[in-house]
Protein backbone atom coordinates (compact mmCIF):
# COMPACT_ATOMS: atom_id res chain seq x y z
CA UNK A 1 0.00 0.00 0.00
CA UNK A 2 1.02 3.79 -0.63
CA UNK A 3 1.08 4.63 3.01
CA UNK A 4 3.33 2.31 4.39
CA UNK A 5 7.14 3.36 5.85
CA UNK A 6 9.32 2.23 3.40
CA UNK A 7 13.48 1.86 4.43
CA UNK A 8 16.20 1.03 2.85
CA UNK A 9 15.74 -2.76 3.08
CA UNK A 10 12.73 -1.96 1.22
CA UNK A 11 14.64 -0.39 -1.39
CA UNK A 12 17.33 -3.29 -1.29
CA UNK A 13 14.81 -6.41 -1.57
CA UNK A 14 11.27 -6.65 -0.50
CA UNK A 15 9.74 -3.67 -3.30
CA UNK A 16 10.89 -5.95 -5.98
CA UNK A 17 7.49 -7.96 -5.96
CA UNK A 18 5.38 -4.47 -5.67
CA UNK A 19 7.80 -2.21 -8.20
CA UNK A 20 5.97 -1.51 -11.24
CA UNK A 21 6.74 -3.64 -14.74
CA UNK A 22 8.65 -0.71 -16.10
CA UNK A 23 10.94 -0.57 -13.32
CA UNK A 24 13.28 -3.70 -14.10
CA UNK A 25 15.51 -2.98 -11.17
CA UNK A 26 16.82 0.11 -12.29
CA UNK A 27 15.58 2.24 -9.35
CA UNK A 28 17.93 0.38 -6.78
CA UNK A 29 20.66 2.74 -6.56
CA UNK A 30 21.98 3.93 -2.99
CA UNK A 31 21.38 7.05 -1.58
CA UNK A 32 18.33 7.87 -3.78
CA UNK A 33 14.74 7.38 -3.50
CA UNK A 34 13.64 5.46 -6.06
CA UNK A 35 11.34 6.68 -8.67
CA UNK A 36 8.94 3.89 -8.33
CA UNK A 37 7.96 5.06 -5.27
CA UNK A 38 5.13 6.83 -4.15
CA UNK A 39 6.15 10.33 -3.69
CA UNK A 40 4.85 10.91 -0.13
CA UNK A 41 7.52 8.68 1.07
CA UNK A 42 8.96 9.95 4.77
CA UNK A 43 11.29 13.00 4.36
CA UNK A 44 14.04 10.54 5.90
CA UNK A 45 14.73 6.71 5.30
CA UNK A 46 16.21 4.95 8.94
CA UNK A 47 17.19 1.06 8.48
CA UNK A 48 14.43 -1.64 9.97
CA UNK A 49 15.62 -2.89 13.34
CA UNK A 50 16.76 -6.73 13.18
CA UNK A 51 18.44 -5.57 9.73
CA UNK A 52 21.27 -7.01 9.03
CA UNK A 53 24.41 -5.25 10.64
CA UNK A 54 27.94 -4.22 8.96
CA UNK A 55 30.76 -2.33 9.88
CA UNK A 56 29.79 0.91 7.87
CA UNK A 57 27.39 3.29 8.86
CA UNK A 58 24.06 2.96 7.30
CA UNK A 59 23.13 5.14 4.90
CA UNK A 60 20.35 7.79 5.23
CA UNK A 61 18.31 8.88 2.76
CA UNK A 62 17.11 12.56 2.86
CA UNK A 63 14.84 14.68 0.45
CA UNK A 64 16.69 17.57 -0.98
CA UNK A 65 14.97 21.10 0.99
CA UNK A 66 12.15 22.62 -1.38
CA UNK A 67 13.06 26.20 -1.49
CA UNK A 68 11.48 29.29 -2.77
CA UNK A 69 13.87 30.72 -5.36
CA UNK A 70 13.18 33.18 -7.51
CA UNK A 71 12.90 32.89 -11.10
CA UNK A 72 13.45 35.22 -14.04
CA UNK A 73 9.28 36.10 -15.29
CA UNK A 74 7.48 34.40 -12.05
CA UNK A 75 6.40 36.51 -9.07
CA UNK A 76 8.55 37.48 -6.40
CA UNK A 77 7.83 35.02 -3.74
CA UNK A 78 6.10 36.32 -0.31
CA UNK A 79 8.88 38.48 2.10
CA UNK A 80 8.45 41.03 4.41
CA UNK A 81 11.55 43.06 5.54
CA UNK A 82 12.17 46.16 7.15
CA UNK A 83 14.57 49.00 6.03
CA UNK A 84 16.50 52.31 7.24
CA UNK A 85 14.15 54.94 7.95
CA UNK A 86 11.46 52.47 9.22
CA UNK A 87 10.66 51.56 5.69
CA UNK A 88 8.88 47.77 5.42
CA UNK A 89 9.55 46.11 2.06
CA UNK A 90 7.76 43.50 0.73
CA UNK A 91 6.65 42.06 -2.21
CA UNK A 92 3.27 44.03 -1.96
CA UNK A 93 4.76 46.84 -0.86
CA UNK A 94 6.22 48.38 -3.94
CA UNK A 95 3.53 46.58 -6.87
CA UNK A 96 2.73 49.49 -9.60
CA UNK A 97 6.60 50.30 -9.20
CA UNK A 98 9.95 49.03 -10.83
CA UNK A 99 12.00 48.12 -7.62
CA UNK A 100 15.37 47.18 -7.82
CA UNK A 101 17.48 44.71 -5.07
CA UNK A 102 20.74 44.74 -4.91
CA UNK A 103 22.38 42.18 -2.42
CA UNK A 104 25.78 43.40 -1.36
CA UNK A 105 28.37 41.11 1.10
CA UNK A 106 28.84 43.90 3.91
CA UNK A 107 28.77 47.39 4.73
CA UNK A 108 31.67 49.44 4.75
CA UNK A 109 34.28 47.21 2.87
CA UNK A 110 35.64 48.91 -0.56
CA UNK A 111 33.72 46.76 -3.16
CA UNK A 112 30.04 47.33 -1.52
CA UNK A 113 31.39 51.19 -0.46
CA UNK A 114 31.83 51.75 -4.16
CA UNK A 115 29.03 50.14 -5.81
CA UNK A 116 26.53 52.22 -2.81
CA UNK A 117 28.61 55.11 -4.26
CA UNK A 118 27.81 54.49 -8.14
CA UNK A 119 24.06 53.90 -7.06
CA UNK A 120 23.63 56.81 -5.14
CA UNK A 121 25.22 58.72 -8.42
CA UNK A 122 22.89 57.32 -10.42
CA UNK A 123 19.33 57.47 -8.00
CA UNK A 124 17.73 60.49 -9.56
CA UNK A 125 18.18 58.59 -13.12
CA UNK A 126 16.64 55.62 -11.64
CA UNK A 127 14.08 57.49 -10.03
CA UNK A 128 13.13 59.43 -13.10
CA UNK A 129 13.21 55.81 -14.76
CA UNK A 130 10.73 55.16 -12.18
CA UNK A 131 12.75 52.76 -10.15
CA UNK A 132 13.03 52.80 -5.94
CA UNK A 133 16.61 50.99 -5.19
CA UNK A 134 17.15 48.90 -2.06
CA UNK A 135 20.50 47.84 -0.78
CA UNK A 136 20.58 44.71 1.22
CA UNK A 137 22.75 43.00 2.97
CA UNK A 138 23.23 41.02 6.13
CA UNK A 139 24.13 43.88 8.20
CA UNK A 140 22.35 45.36 11.70
CA UNK A 141 20.30 48.19 11.24
CA UNK A 142 23.13 50.48 13.38
CA UNK A 143 25.48 49.40 10.37
CA UNK A 144 23.18 50.37 7.42
CA UNK A 145 22.32 53.65 9.40
CA UNK A 146 25.54 54.65 9.84
CA UNK A 147 26.54 53.13 6.38
CA UNK A 148 23.78 54.84 4.61
CA UNK A 149 24.77 58.64 6.99
CA UNK A 150 28.47 58.46 5.57
CA UNK A 151 28.18 57.97 2.25
CA UNK A 152 24.66 59.94 2.03
CA UNK A 153 22.85 57.61 0.13
CA UNK A 154 19.43 58.54 -1.17
CA UNK A 155 17.70 55.35 -0.76
CA UNK A 156 17.08 52.55 1.87
CA UNK A 157 19.56 49.76 3.01
CA UNK A 158 17.32 46.21 4.08
CA UNK A 159 18.23 44.84 7.32
CA UNK A 160 18.62 40.61 6.10
CA UNK A 161 19.79 39.64 9.52
CA UNK A 162 18.47 36.31 9.60
CA UNK A 163 19.40 35.62 5.92
CA UNK A 164 15.57 34.93 5.04
CA UNK A 165 16.06 37.28 1.58
CA UNK A 166 19.60 35.86 1.23
CA UNK A 167 18.44 32.42 0.78
CA UNK A 168 14.71 33.29 -1.25
CA UNK A 169 17.04 34.97 -4.26
CA UNK A 170 19.79 32.30 -3.77
CA UNK A 171 22.73 34.35 -3.44
CA UNK A 172 24.11 32.64 -0.12
CA UNK A 173 27.43 30.64 -1.05
CA UNK A 174 30.07 28.99 0.26
CA UNK A 175 33.39 30.53 -0.23
CA UNK A 176 37.25 29.08 0.28
CA UNK A 177 38.86 31.90 2.51
CA UNK A 178 42.17 31.15 3.89
CA UNK A 179 41.97 27.68 3.46
CA UNK A 180 38.42 27.06 5.50
CA UNK A 181 35.15 27.21 3.79
CA UNK A 182 32.98 30.19 5.05
CA UNK A 183 28.83 30.89 3.89
CA UNK A 184 29.28 34.59 2.33
CA UNK A 185 26.91 36.80 -0.53
CA UNK A 186 27.19 36.54 -3.96
CA UNK A 187 27.20 40.51 -5.29
CA UNK A 188 23.83 40.21 -7.38
CA UNK A 189 21.11 42.29 -8.50
CA UNK A 190 17.32 42.11 -8.95
CA UNK A 191 15.33 44.22 -11.08
CA UNK A 192 11.64 43.49 -10.04
CA UNK A 193 8.84 44.79 -12.53
CA UNK A 194 5.66 46.80 -11.40
CA UNK A 195 3.83 43.78 -11.94
CA UNK A 196 5.21 41.94 -8.91
CA UNK A 197 7.38 39.70 -11.74
CA UNK A 198 11.31 39.50 -11.72
CA UNK A 199 12.44 40.94 -15.21
CA UNK A 200 16.09 40.54 -15.26
CA UNK A 201 19.19 39.12 -12.50
CA UNK A 202 22.42 39.54 -12.59
CA UNK A 203 24.93 37.38 -10.08
CA UNK A 204 28.43 37.23 -9.06
CA UNK A 205 28.51 40.24 -11.25
CA UNK A 206 31.98 42.74 -10.96
CA UNK A 207 31.10 46.51 -9.80
CA UNK A 208 32.33 48.40 -12.73
CA UNK A 209 30.30 49.18 -14.98
CA UNK A 210 27.43 47.24 -13.06
CA UNK A 211 24.72 50.10 -12.41
CA UNK A 212 24.77 51.85 -15.58
CA UNK A 213 23.69 48.21 -17.20
CA UNK A 214 21.00 48.07 -14.57
CA UNK A 215 19.83 51.69 -15.16
CA UNK A 216 19.64 50.73 -19.04
CA UNK A 217 17.49 47.89 -18.39
CA UNK A 218 15.55 49.80 -16.45
CA UNK A 219 15.05 52.72 -18.92
CA UNK A 220 14.46 49.73 -21.51
CA UNK A 221 11.64 48.19 -19.14
CA UNK A 222 10.10 51.56 -19.03
CA UNK A 223 10.36 51.70 -22.57
CA UNK A 224 8.60 48.48 -23.09
CA UNK A 225 5.39 48.97 -20.72
Excluded at 88 to 115: I, M, R
Aim: net charge positive; hydrophobic share 35%; charged share 25%.
Amino acid sequence: PADRSLTPTDIAGSHLATRPPMCQGKCLVQGKIPDCFPTAAPERLLPREGSRKTNASPPTYVRGPRSMAVVVNKPIPEFEAMATGGIKVSNQTHLGQTVVLYFYPKDNTPGCTTEAMQFRDKYKDFVKAGAQVFGVSRDNMKSHDDFKTKLELPFELIADTEEKMCHMFGVVKNKIMYGKKVKGIERSTFLIGADGTLKQEWRGLKVPGHVEEVLKAVKTLKKAG
